[in-house]
């Protein structure tokens, strides 16, 4: 057994990936008991807390690592994340056992008390940390190196200056970075996301033929999330760097929903993190189709299976479409939506005529986000006109993409973007909501500590989805092709330096 592990070129750290790649799939197949799943969920925590921990606060921001200061960041940033933690008890307490359903209710029951405690705790520990990192040194390249020389401050003033400057970027960084990551990748989105790089990367070696290595294999799929976190939190050390980092995030809220939905719609398989919270309106795409398939007659009969997979393939394309762009723009290539254009416009034809997928705001209040539903076809009599017609212009932009290929890929990049745009924009005002409505309330409950720190985090929001999305649109019109573009310089420089 042992030679066998040696010759594959598999150690311990492989087969304990191996492991988290088959609970993960057995959870996304709900194979998992409450206790496993619930165990599952704080395994990704604890992987997630160890990659900020591996990556390092402190050398992220201060251009040198500190050990300490690193794992008061990474507690306070745990603590002010209670919310999600118990956001997962309440999605699950129905499922739960008798060994967790004490637990579960004791959580809830003191909900309210607790997130406002260890809110208050993990606000304190990095108000401490803060004051702490103004005594250390900044080293290049780093974050705070961007807005700070290097020598230590002198006078009152300067301390309180990089004070606020260290605490705004660790209340930044908690907002942009690691929420997210608890929120999409730890808890809701880890299991589908597994399922979709295994499924991508299984298809690459097949199509390209490549050599299979365990280790690359094992590595690439059980930390693709985490791989991408470590290199998008490594671009904000500079500052040619910092805005597509930070568009790289705008574009992972996209691509997690195509793993919240998209992926759980088309194959049947629901989180029940996600989906035990929204109610009505998010019934599997089968379930929609043979409730369809019992009433419609004819022609019509025959053609709806497509006008089913048109919309399914439309939508993959425009959640999946923004990570490559940003994939494309952090490694200087152009991209080429020329080739699947004929696909993607005669798709997106059914898609807008007869959609059966829609996304709007979260109609519940409890719930912050995109809201991505689905329903039978509206009028299902227009189901043979409608596949005619995609299926015609679908012919047409393949003639048109061989002749005006350049032209087609602009006009395919910019339909991306606004469908982007009007997704960043829903998930904008849905989150602005949320934060008006609580800081009101807590201001005016005497919550001055509380409610002051929900103003810093709405900024934060602004700023985030915002600014954000003009970088993205921005970076991605220009960058479109690197043999011209001048500004800014070359990433791959970048990354040089910054490593």
């Known amino acids: 057994m042992k030679k066998t592990f040696q010759e594959l070129n598999v150690g311990v750290e492989e087969l304990f990936l191996v492991l988290g790649i088959i609970i993960g799939f057995a959870d996304f197949f709900s194979l998992l008991p409450p206790e496993i799943e619930y165990t599952k969920t704080l395994v990704s925590w604890i992987s997630l807390g160890y990659l900020f921990y591996s990556a390092s606060f402190t050398k992220i921001l201060l251009g040198e690592r500190h050990k300490k200061a690193d794992l008061a960041i990474l507690a306070s940033f745990f603590l002010l994340a209670t919310k999600d933690l118990v956001g997962f008890i309440l999605s699950a307490i129905g499922e739960a ?36 990192m103004v005594r250390y040194p900044v080293r290049k390249p780093s974050v705070l190196h961007l807005i700070h020389e290097e020598e230590q401050p002198a006078k009152a003033a300067q301390y309180v200056i990089r004070f606020f400057s260290a605490y705004f970027l660790l209340l930044l960084t908690f907002i942009m970075v690691f929420n997210l990551a608890i929120e999409w990748l730890a808890i809701s989105a880890d299991s589908p996301l597994l399922f979709l790089l295994v499924f991508f990367y299984f298809f690459f070696i097949l199509k390209h033929h490549k050599r299979f290595e365990p280790d690359t294999f094992i590595h690439k799929i059980g930390s693709g999330g985490e791989s991408f976190y470590e290199h998008v939190i490594t671009m904000f050390q500079n500052k040619r760097a910092v805005f597509l980092a930070i568009s790289g995030l705008l574009a992972l809220h996209i691509l997690t929903d195509a793993a919240h939905f998209i992926v759980p719609y088309a194959t049947t398989l629901k989180s029940e993190f996600y989906f035990s919270q929204l109610g009505a309106g998010h019934e599997h795409l089968w379930k929609r189709f043979f409730a369809d398939w019992a009433t419609i007659t004819g022609a019509n009969k025959l053609f709806s299976p497509f006008i089913y997979a048109f919309n399914i393939i439309a939508a993959a394309i425009i959640f999946i479409s923004p990570g490559y762009l940003w994939h494309q723009l952090s490694k200087e290539r152009a991209t080429r939506f020329d080739k699947i254009a004929p696909v993607f416009f005669g798709t997106l034809t059914t898609f807008i005529m ?27 009599e227009n189901i043979t006109m409608v596949f005619l017609i995609s299926a015609l212009i679908g012919f047409a932009f393949h003639f048109l993409a061989e002749r005006y290929g350049e032209r087609v890929n602009k006009l395919t990049t910019i339909i991306i973007l606004a469908y982007f745009s009007y997704y960043i924009w829903l998930f904008f005002v849905d989150s602005s909501n949320y934060y008006i409505v609580s800081i009101i309330a807590l201001l005016k409950a005497g919550e001055i500590f509380l ?49």
């Open 354 to 380: 007869l959609p059966v997928i829609k996304f709007q705001s979260y109609a519940s209040k409890n719930l912050v986000g995109v809201d991505i539903l689905t329903h039978t076809i509206q009028y299902p």
């Open 451 to 499: 409610g002051t720190h929900l103003f810093f985090f709405f900024a934060f929001i602004i700023i985030f989805y915002i600014g954000g999305l003009i970088i993205f649109i921005a970076e991605t019109l220009w960058r479109r092709h690197p043999e011209t573009f001048k500004y800014p310089t070359s990433l791959k420089k970048t990354k040089r330096r910054s490593a």
């Open 97 to 132: 056992s008798a060994l967790l359903l004490p637990f579960y209710r004791y959580v809830l029951a003191h909900a309210a008390g607790l997130e406002k405690i260890t809110f208050i705790i993990g606000a304190a520990i990095l108000i401490a940390t803060s004051i702490s």
